[in-house]
């Protein structure tokens, strides 16, 4: 059992948001939702909060009302084996959203997410710091992270 369990807090969207991520990234699923029920404190049946996980990793989702919001400076990480994986989250996370520069995309919820090919550490972290800073140079002119172009940028050093 997960001992940390990181609570996304929503205005009146978790339950819009718990499906359409567990319905994006694979291997993910609802383990609970708690409806309010006649005592309140919400309407009768709404979403108070939702328990899922993402790829084996578990959630909390809550509606909190509108003092419940997001801000770049929490996002969650999701590292790609392959571009087609990156271009797959990329598309489906910032649709309804927007797409950011060096793999951060904002999802139509307003949660941060970063979308990053599992090689990029071990790029930018280069002993020769010509390889690692012509990797820093090549992300930070990109919005998605194409990994192809990463690499060339490494070997060119």
Not at 36 to 53: I, M, T, V, W
Not at 83 to 100: F, I, P, T
């Amino acid at each position: 059992m997960q001992k940390l369990v990181t609570c996304l807090g929503f205005n009146d969207q978790a339950e819009a948001a718990v499906k359409f991520y567990t319905s994006v990234i694979p291997n993910s699923k609802i383990l609970s939702m708690t409806r309010h029920g006649d005592a309140g404190p919400g309407p009768k049946d709404a979403l108070l909060a939702a328990s899922f996980e993402l790829n084996g990793q578990e959630f909390m989702a809550l509606n909190g009302g509108p003092s419940f919001t997001f801000s770049v400076g929490t996002s969650i990480m999701i590292k790609c084996d392959t571009q087609a994986e990156v271009d797959a989250l990329w598309d489906k996370l910032s649709d309804g959203g927007r797409q950011v520069q060096c793999g951060w995309v904002t999802d139509r919820f307003g949660l941060s997410w970063q979308i990053v090919p599992r090689i990029l550490p071990e790029l930018l972290s280069d002993p020769n710091p010509k390889k690692s800073q012509s990797v820093m140079r090549a992300m930070l002119q990109m919005q998605k992270l194409d990994i192809a172009q990463l690499q060339a940028a490494h070997e060119s050093a």
